[in-house]
Protein backbone atom coordinates (compact mmCIF):
# COMPACT_ATOMS: atom_id res chain seq x y z
CA UNK A 1 0.00 0.00 0.00
CA UNK A 2 1.37 3.53 -0.55
CA UNK A 3 2.52 5.57 2.10
CA UNK A 4 2.23 8.80 0.92
CA UNK A 5 -0.86 10.61 -0.66
CA UNK A 6 -0.97 13.91 -2.68
CA UNK A 7 -2.90 16.32 -2.57
CA UNK A 8 -4.44 17.62 -5.05
CA UNK A 9 -4.17 15.20 -7.85
CA UNK A 10 -3.97 17.65 -10.33
CA UNK A 11 -3.32 21.37 -10.12
CA UNK A 12 -3.57 23.71 -12.85
CA UNK A 13 -2.13 27.44 -12.75
CA UNK A 14 -1.02 30.36 -14.92
CA UNK A 15 2.78 30.88 -15.22
CA UNK A 16 4.24 32.98 -12.49
CA UNK A 17 2.06 31.81 -10.12
CA UNK A 18 2.98 29.76 -6.89
CA UNK A 19 1.95 26.05 -6.77
CA UNK A 20 1.93 23.92 -4.00
CA UNK A 21 1.40 20.39 -3.24
CA UNK A 22 0.52 18.37 0.04
CA UNK A 23 1.69 14.90 1.18
CA UNK A 24 0.75 13.34 3.97
CA UNK A 25 1.40 10.17 5.24
CA UNK A 26 1.14 7.51 8.06
CA UNK A 27 4.22 5.87 9.91
CA UNK A 28 7.30 7.37 11.36
CA UNK A 29 9.84 8.15 9.11
CA UNK A 30 13.62 9.20 8.35
CA UNK A 31 13.38 11.24 6.07
CA UNK A 32 10.76 12.14 2.78
CA UNK A 33 11.81 13.55 -0.38
CA UNK A 34 10.22 14.89 -3.36
CA UNK A 35 10.79 13.53 -7.09
CA UNK A 36 9.31 14.97 -10.43
CA UNK A 37 8.69 12.99 -13.45
CA UNK A 38 8.22 14.52 -17.12
CA UNK A 39 6.09 12.61 -19.53
CA UNK A 40 7.31 9.53 -20.42
CA UNK A 41 10.43 9.76 -18.30
CA UNK A 42 11.88 8.43 -15.39
CA UNK A 43 11.52 10.19 -12.02
CA UNK A 44 14.33 13.07 -11.13
CA UNK A 45 14.77 13.62 -7.64
CA UNK A 46 14.37 17.16 -6.41
CA UNK A 47 14.53 17.56 -2.55
CA UNK A 48 15.44 15.30 0.37
CA UNK A 49 14.32 16.67 4.01
CA UNK A 50 15.37 15.01 6.99
CA UNK A 51 12.69 14.24 9.84
CA UNK A 52 14.67 16.44 12.43
CA UNK A 53 14.83 19.31 9.62
CA UNK A 54 11.58 21.58 9.28
CA UNK A 55 11.89 23.37 6.13
CA UNK A 56 14.56 23.27 3.27
CA UNK A 57 15.41 25.50 0.23
CA UNK A 58 17.23 24.56 -3.17
CA UNK A 59 16.30 27.12 -5.67
CA UNK A 60 12.39 28.12 -6.71
CA UNK A 61 11.37 24.75 -4.32
CA UNK A 62 10.56 25.55 -0.45
CA UNK A 63 9.69 22.22 0.96
CA UNK A 64 8.56 21.65 4.88
CA UNK A 65 7.80 18.95 7.33
CA UNK A 66 5.60 18.54 10.01
CA UNK A 67 6.41 15.54 11.80
CA UNK A 68 3.96 16.09 14.38
CA UNK A 69 0.79 15.97 11.45
CA UNK A 70 2.77 13.56 9.08
CA UNK A 71 2.80 16.07 6.47
CA UNK A 72 4.84 17.94 3.77
CA UNK A 73 4.45 20.74 1.38
CA UNK A 74 6.53 21.79 -1.71
CA UNK A 75 6.02 25.20 -2.92
CA UNK A 76 7.39 25.93 -6.35
CA UNK A 77 7.90 30.25 -6.76
CA UNK A 78 7.30 31.61 -9.97
CA UNK A 79 6.26 28.26 -11.85
CA UNK A 80 7.10 28.25 -15.64
CA UNK A 81 5.54 26.07 -17.97
CA UNK A 82 8.95 23.98 -17.99
CA UNK A 83 7.56 22.79 -14.62
CA UNK A 84 4.33 21.31 -16.10
CA UNK A 85 5.08 17.51 -14.36
CA UNK A 86 4.10 15.11 -12.10
CA UNK A 87 5.47 15.92 -8.91
CA UNK A 88 5.46 13.02 -6.11
CA UNK A 89 6.48 12.60 -2.56
CA UNK A 90 8.22 9.52 -1.31
CA UNK A 91 8.94 8.45 2.26
CA UNK A 92 11.86 6.41 3.78
CA UNK A 93 11.76 4.32 6.64
CA UNK A 94 13.61 1.91 5.46
CA UNK A 95 12.26 1.56 1.59
CA UNK A 96 11.32 4.32 -0.57
CA UNK A 97 7.72 4.25 -1.05
CA UNK A 98 5.78 6.79 -3.33
CA UNK A 99 2.54 8.44 -2.96
CA UNK A 100 0.34 8.42 -5.84
CA UNK A 101 1.64 12.15 -7.56
CA UNK A 102 0.11 15.76 -8.20
CA UNK A 103 0.27 16.38 -12.01
CA UNK A 104 0.63 19.87 -12.12
CA UNK A 105 0.12 22.04 -15.66
CA UNK A 106 1.74 25.42 -16.08
CA UNK A 107 0.22 27.72 -18.46
CA UNK A 108 1.82 30.38 -20.71
CA UNK B 1 28.12 8.41 -15.19
CA UNK B 2 25.62 7.03 -17.85
CA UNK B 3 23.17 6.69 -14.70
CA UNK B 4 20.98 3.85 -14.71
CA UNK B 5 20.29 1.89 -17.86
CA UNK B 6 17.43 0.28 -18.54
CA UNK B 7 17.12 -2.28 -21.51
CA UNK B 8 14.56 -3.06 -23.31
CA UNK B 9 12.61 0.65 -23.74
CA UNK B 10 9.95 -1.00 -25.05
CA UNK B 11 8.38 -4.56 -25.60
CA UNK B 12 5.52 -5.58 -26.86
CA UNK B 13 4.47 -9.42 -26.45
CA UNK B 14 1.89 -12.13 -26.21
CA UNK B 15 0.43 -13.18 -23.43
CA UNK B 16 2.15 -16.57 -21.78
CA UNK B 17 5.90 -15.40 -23.19
CA UNK B 18 9.23 -15.08 -20.83
CA UNK B 19 9.78 -11.46 -20.24
CA UNK B 20 13.22 -10.47 -18.76
CA UNK B 21 14.41 -6.57 -18.22
CA UNK B 22 17.39 -5.23 -17.56
CA UNK B 23 18.97 -2.96 -15.45
CA UNK B 24 22.37 -1.77 -14.66
CA UNK B 25 22.83 0.70 -11.53
CA UNK B 26 24.89 3.35 -11.32
CA UNK B 27 28.63 2.24 -10.59
CA UNK B 28 29.29 2.61 -6.56
CA UNK B 29 25.73 2.00 -5.93
CA UNK B 30 24.96 -0.82 -3.28
CA UNK B 31 20.99 -0.11 -3.32
CA UNK B 32 18.58 -1.24 -6.23
CA UNK B 33 14.91 -1.29 -6.39
CA UNK B 34 12.36 -2.30 -8.89
CA UNK B 35 9.00 -0.14 -9.39
CA UNK B 36 6.14 -0.75 -11.41
CA UNK B 37 3.94 2.12 -12.49
CA UNK B 38 0.45 2.04 -13.68
CA UNK B 39 -2.21 4.67 -13.99
CA UNK B 40 -4.48 2.47 -11.69
CA UNK B 41 -2.32 1.55 -8.91
CA UNK B 42 0.55 4.53 -8.95
CA UNK B 43 4.18 3.73 -8.24
CA UNK B 44 4.73 0.43 -6.96
CA UNK B 45 7.66 -1.08 -5.54
CA UNK B 46 8.47 -4.57 -6.03
CA UNK B 47 11.66 -5.23 -4.69
CA UNK B 48 14.70 -3.99 -3.20
CA UNK B 49 18.60 -5.24 -2.87
CA UNK B 50 21.23 -3.91 -0.40
CA UNK B 51 24.30 -5.19 -1.62
CA UNK B 52 23.04 -7.75 -4.28
CA UNK B 53 20.60 -9.15 -1.66
CA UNK B 54 17.07 -9.11 -2.01
CA UNK B 55 15.68 -7.23 1.34
CA UNK B 56 12.28 -6.92 0.51
CA UNK B 57 10.48 -8.56 -2.11
CA UNK B 58 6.87 -8.03 -0.44
CA UNK B 59 5.81 -6.00 -3.41
CA UNK B 60 6.02 -9.11 -5.77
CA UNK B 61 2.90 -9.32 -7.14
CA UNK B 62 3.15 -13.62 -7.56
CA UNK B 63 5.21 -16.18 -8.17
CA UNK B 64 5.44 -15.00 -12.05
CA UNK B 65 7.86 -12.71 -10.82
CA UNK B 66 10.97 -13.23 -9.57
CA UNK B 67 14.56 -10.99 -9.36
CA UNK B 68 17.89 -11.44 -9.33
CA UNK B 69 20.99 -9.38 -8.74
CA UNK B 70 24.06 -12.04 -9.25
CA UNK B 71 26.41 -8.98 -8.86
CA UNK B 72 26.65 -5.48 -8.23
CA UNK B 73 26.15 -4.10 -11.82
CA UNK B 74 23.24 -6.00 -12.99
CA UNK B 75 19.89 -6.60 -12.21
CA UNK B 76 17.12 -9.19 -13.95
CA UNK B 77 13.28 -8.99 -13.45
CA UNK B 78 11.32 -11.73 -15.04
CA UNK B 79 7.97 -11.93 -15.54
CA UNK B 80 7.02 -15.63 -16.64
CA UNK B 81 4.48 -16.48 -17.92
CA UNK B 82 3.06 -13.10 -18.36
CA UNK B 83 -0.20 -11.77 -18.76
CA UNK B 84 -2.26 -8.22 -20.06
CA UNK B 85 -2.35 -6.99 -16.76
CA UNK B 86 1.74 -7.07 -16.42
CA UNK B 87 1.67 -3.95 -18.69
CA UNK B 88 3.02 -1.55 -17.53
CA UNK B 89 6.40 0.85 -16.97
CA UNK B 90 9.17 -1.15 -14.66
CA UNK B 91 11.83 1.16 -12.86
CA UNK B 92 14.75 0.30 -11.94
CA UNK B 93 16.33 3.05 -9.67
CA UNK B 94 19.83 2.81 -7.98
CA UNK B 95 21.17 4.39 -4.59
CA UNK B 96 24.24 4.86 -2.49
CA UNK B 97 23.03 3.40 0.66
CA UNK B 98 19.55 3.71 2.91
CA UNK B 99 18.68 7.33 3.56
CA UNK B 100 19.40 8.74 0.29
CA UNK B 101 18.17 9.77 -3.10
CA UNK B 102 17.73 7.14 -5.64
CA UNK B 103 18.35 7.42 -9.17
CA UNK B 104 15.80 6.66 -11.89
CA UNK B 105 16.55 4.95 -15.06
CA UNK B 106 14.15 5.93 -18.21
CA UNK B 107 11.98 2.47 -17.55
CA UNK B 108 11.37 -0.25 -19.62
CA UNK B 109 7.60 0.68 -21.52
CA UNK B 110 5.98 -3.56 -20.77
CA UNK B 111 2.29 -4.62 -23.37
CA UNK B 112 1.09 -7.93 -22.92
CA UNK B 113 -1.64 -8.66 -25.48
Known amino acids: SQQGEEDPQALSIQEGENATMNCSYK?????LQWYRQNSGRGLVHLILIRSNEREKHSGRLRVTLDTSKKSSSLLITASRAADTASYFCATEGGKLIFGQGTELSVKP | DAGVIQSPRHEVTEMGQEVTLRCKPI?????LFWYRQTMMRGLELLIYFNNNVPIDDSGMPEDRFSAKMPNASFSTLKIQPSEPRDSAVYFC???????????FGEGSWLTVV
Open chain 1, 27 to 31: TSINN
Open chain 2, 27 to 31: SGHNS
Open chain 2, 93 to 103: ASGPGQGFTIY
